[in-house]
């Protein structure tokens, strides 16, 4: 508990004062710690650099998610202006225009500054009473690994229900869901392009579930949640690109879902309702895919000539 201030005592606790400069609290921070690697004496001098822990990771977290997000929409924008590439966008005749992204970048930008930076603001203390940890040494691959699988099954489980629930009730279609199916073919810097609330109730399960995963077990550190941030964020974003490629990631892992099942549900606007994988929709036969369509086709016809 309290484990970034302890990290900071720790640090402070060793004869490292705050320094002027953050490379000179680096340089303080490594001589007293030769047994960290390079990445945890940047974190340590960070936090001890800072001496505010809520700013030191609210500040971190904002800047990585603005750096994560332009900068992995920015290979799609690039892609987009491409005209040989126009083979592999899957709705082909809809490519978006400059004007259509930079206004989606805009309104992102905002939800940005006013909806998630407060929220980020509050991360820090939160994630204190939960008992995350920010202390040094980082957790072992293996321990981050497990952790990171068991974020992406339950997110994609709370993304199925609630992502359904909002197709399926009338009144949240219209009053939340429907801006972000605005563009029906759509492109990496429309991930994030939703209500507020669509924000907070489908963050929940980029947040939540491992702020809850941590009440549970009592073992989550902040690192491990910020590569988990990071790796849901490329998800969404290139599941929103609207390209498929002959090396896209379901080929190899026939369960990922990718931009293949994503567009469809947003040129079709019903099924594929699930965000990283493919067996809800396949379990509960939401699945909206050329073939998923002629089976449940098969499967009626087959139905009616048995009645008849
Ligand atoms: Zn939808
Ligand atoms: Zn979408």
């Keep these: 508990m309290n484990s970034t201030v302890a ?22 921070i490594s001589k007293y710690n030769v047994s ?5 004496r940047m974190w340590l001098a960070w936090y001890t650099y800072m001496q505010n822990d809520v700013l030191a990771t609210g500040i971190m977290s904002f800047v990585m998610h603005e750096l994560v997000y332009f900068g992995r929409s920015l290979p ?49 203390p939160m994630a204190q009473y939960f008992g995350l940890s920010t202390t040094v040494p980082f957790p072992s691959l293996p321990t981050m690994a497990m952790q990171l699988a068991i974020f992406f099954v339950l997110e994609d ?7 359904r629930l909002m197709h399926e009730v009338p009144f949240l279609y219209k009053n939340i869901h429907k801006i972000h199916h605005q563009y029906s073919a759509p492109f990496g810097l429309a991930a994030e392009y939703a209500s507020p609330i669509e924000v907070m109730l489908l963050g929940f399960g980029t947040v939540g579930c491992p702020i809850l995963w941590c009440a ?8 491990t949640m910020y590569v988990w941030i990071v790796l849901r964020l490329f998800q969404a974003i290139d599941a929103h690109s609207g390209y498929e490629f002959p090396w896209s990631l379901h080929h190899f892992l026939p369960f990922w879902a990718g931009a293949d099942h994503h567009d469809l549900h947003h040129e079709k606007f019903v099924g594929n309702y699930s965000s990283s994988f493919r067996w809800w929709d396949l379990l509960l036969d939401t699945e909206n895919s050329p073939e998923a369509n002629k089976r449940r086709r098969e499967a009626k016809i087959a139905k009616l000539k048995k009645q008849a």
């Design 216 to 223: 549970v077990s009592g073992d989550l550190h902040i690192l």
């Design 36 to 40: 960290l690697n390079y990445f945890e």
């Design 157 to 163: 489980t709370w993304h199925y229900f609630s992502h």
């Design 7 to 28: 990290s900071s005592s720790f640090a402070s606790g060793l004869g490292q004062l705050p320094q002027d400069t953050y490379w000179a609290q680096f340089s303080e």
């Design 76 to 124: 799609w924008i690039i892609i987009d202006c491409m005209p040989w590439l126009n083979k592999y966008k899957i709705q082909n005749h809809k490519i978006p225009t400059a004007k259509e992204q930079w206004q989606c970048a805009l309104l992102v930008l905002l939800s940005h500054f006013t909806v998630e930076l407060p929220q980020i603001w509050l991360f820090h």
